[in-house]
């Protein structure tokens, strides 16, 4: 965990994740989410994809596990996060997710993050997020 004086613009953090079958599904269990586009694989072929996608919030879920385990680390608050995503995410597709600390606010006690996700080379999810670290 980091005390907010330690942390410096430019700082960043990255977590990496091959999306399963079991991931899609359990993911839909928890969020009430079953669209055939990530549960059907025959709608799913037959859609825009040609194949079954991951839910996009499944990927962006993972900046929650950078910022509460690695920066700032456990006991910080999500504030805000913006997303747009720009491409679909496949079962057997690793995605790397990434914050870069962009500006601090050390009065209120504020850190804002670019955020994106990758698959390869290419960003599937881009936004930016505000975190608040408690004393």
Same mark, same amino acid.
């Given at each position: 965990m980091y005390k907010l004086e330690d942390i410096k613009v430019g700082m960043s953090? +990255?977590?990496s994740q091959t999306i399963t079958d079991s991931d899609i599904k359990s993911y839909a269990g928890i969020s009430g989410?079953?669209?055939?586009? !990530?549960?059907d694989e025959q709608y799913a072929k037959e859609s825009r994809f040609g194949q079954r996608i991951? !839910?996009?919030?499944? &990927? +962006?879920?993972?900046? &929650?596990?950078?910022?509460?385990?690695?920066?700032p680390g456990p006991g910080?608050?999500?504030? &805000?996060?913006?997303l747009k995503f720009r491409k679909p995410v496949y079962i057997g597709d690793t995605v790397? #997710?990434?914050i @870069? #600390?962009?500006?601090i606010d050390i009065k209120n006690r504020r850190v804002f993050f670019d955020t994106y996700c990758k698959v390869g080379?290419?960003?599937?999810?881009?936004?930016?997020? @505000?975190?608040?670290i408690p004393e």
């Open positions: 953090e +990255s977590y989410d079953r669209n055939p586009v !990530h549960m991951a !839910h996009g919030m499944l &990927s +962006s879920s993972f900046f &929650s596990a950078l910022f509460g385990m690695k920066l910080c608050v999500y504030v &805000s996060q913006n790397t #997710v990434t @870069e #600390v962009k500006d080379k290419s960003k599937v999810i881009v936004g930016s997020a @505000e975190i608040y």
